[in-house]
């Protein structure tokens, strides 16, 4: 289906990571369990459950177009097969308020975090999992599609696969790359099938995947090596996107890979709060290889980001990543939007909240929202067109 909106520019959230009180999830209980390795659990969050009415029309007043915000598994189905009408139309309110706002809802059904009940039942690597997650996907877009402006199945995949079931860092905190093997093929069923389930509900709403993607670099002797690493973490997700309307490419850094595997940063670079590299023209990297791979759908950049308490620094990687998605489009690549991560300082999953790569700042005490001059920064870029 031809994407027939404007260039998307906006903002992005994940519900566990900015609603709080989400305490029939997967993720609750990974943050209170001593052995997870959690900084912190995320206890109240931003309060965007019930402030996402200031959040959205602060992020409107910017002049920004679209919100990217997910909708929470755990509220909607907190039992298995008990669909809730109320955490249902608290969504379709979300929705609703981006529309009277002048935002177009792009609205994600998984990131990251799951029903209590189904990590019980074998989580991901359940192969009902799939159809149970097209069930609540149904029950999504029969109440929010008329007002979505674009569906994202499932936020990267690639992570919860590998950081939950090989490194042992998300719920279930397995170090089993077989395990691995069987998630990866469990989340690639569902997303097709609720690709199908999106068209046959809604043909009219576009729908794709985002998937985490790294600027990947090799090192004399190390292109094999890089072959091998990429396959497994990002090739097998693209390929699964065959006939989507789009793919979202999440990309906030490049990875050096040696013969021996990953090499680090090199010496004396600029990092970011969270430890990798300063790289924001690695998007153009990760563009140009989703173009490549997926014989040229579109592509929208669905996150890109930086963890840091400079804002000027902040400001510096949005004009740099936004030059070099230019230059991209400028090469031919079809990109149709520009999603910044994150529109809020917000909890950032095993990191707790020190990592800041908000838009607007979020007092952990007050809750008081204060937009940084990086959100200024970004939506001047947007007012000047891509």
Not at 88 to 96: I, K, N
Not at 120 to 135: I, L, V
Not at 142 to 147: A, Q, W
Request: glycine share 10%; proline share 6%; net charge neutral.
């Amino acid at each position: 289906m031809p994407l027939k909106l404007p260039f998307l520019w906006g903002a992005a959230t994940s519900a566990h990571q900015v609603e709080g009180g989400n305490t029939a999830s997967d993720w609750h209980d990974w943050e209170l369990d001593p052995g997870s390795g959690c900084a912190e659990p995320s206890g109240a969050a931003c309060e965007h459950l019930t402030r996402y009415p200031q959040d959205i029309a602060l992020l409107a007043q910017l002049g920004l177009n679209c919100y990217r915000f997910s909708v929470e598994w755990a509220r909607i189905e907190p039992r298995p097969g008990e669909l809730s009408t109320r955490w249902l139309e608290h969504y379709r309110s979300m929705a609703a308020c981006c529309r009277r706002h002048g935002l177009l809802p792009v609205v994600t059904l998984h990131h990251f975090t799951n029903p209590r009940w189904l990590a019980a039942d074998g989580g991901w690597e359940n192969p009902q999992t799939a159809a149970r997650f097209a069930r609540y996907c149904a029950a999504v877009i029969e109440t929010v599609g008329d007002l979505a402006a674009l569906v994202v199945t499932i936020n990267e995949p690639n992570m919860p696969a590998l950081l939950g079931y090989e490194d042992g860092v998300f719920p279930p905190g397995k170090r089993d790359r077989r395990a691995r093997l069987r998630v990866t093929e469990v989340f690639i069923d569902a997303h097709r099938r609720a690709v199908e389930v999106v068209r046959s509900l809604r043909p009219e709403l576009p729908v794709g995947l985002a998937l985490a993607m790294a600027d990947w670099q090799a090192l004399p002797g190390g292109e094999e090596r890089l072959a091998q690493t990429r396959r497994l973490r990002e090739d097998v997700f693209l390929q699964a996107t065959a006939g989507d309307d789009f793919v979202g490419v999440n990309t906030y850094t490049r990875h050096r890979i040696g013969p021996d595997g990953w090499v680090g940063n090199e010496p004396g670079v600029e990092l970011t709060a969270a430890g990798y590299e300063f790289w924001p023209q690695a998007i153009a990297g990760t563009l140009r290889r989703a173009w490549r791979l997926t014989g040229g759908t579109p592509l929208i950049v669905t996150e890109t980001g930086i963890a840091t308490d400079e804002d000027e620094r902040r400001a510096r990687f949005i004009e740099r990543a936004v030059e070099a998605m230019r230059d991209t489009i400028a090469a031919g690549v079809d990109v149709r939007g520009f999603i910044y991560w994150s529109a809020l300082d917000n909890f950032e999953w095993h990191h707790g909240y020190a990592q800041r790569f908000g838009l607007i700042a979020v007092d952990r005490a007050t809750q008081r929202r204060t937009i940084k001059p990086s959100a200024r920064r970004l939506a001047a870029l947007a007012r000047g067109g891509a």
